[in-house]
């Protein structure tokens, strides 16, 4: 499955909080905006999620991508 789609499918079966503090995290790190942010990471160059993303937040991610079964994608 391309990087977009399960960055989008683990995007969406989060709890919209832990969503909201990843993305916010991103943006923050890059000085942009959410909605900036969150068609980068869906758009269709998209990289792997936690490559945007610094600790303790990239720490997070990751967990609950474990959790989710979606780690390795």
Known sequence: M???NRNKEFLAAIKPEAKAEI???IAE???RTPEVILEEV???DAYHLLEYM???QRSKASLLMQL???RGY
């Open 42 to 44: 869906t758009g269709a």
């Open 54 to 56: 610094v600790e303790p």
């Open 29 to 31: 790190h890059y000085g």
């Open 23 to 25: 993305i916010n995290s």
């Open 2 to 4: 391309a990087t977009t």
């Open 68 to 70: 989710h079964g979606m």
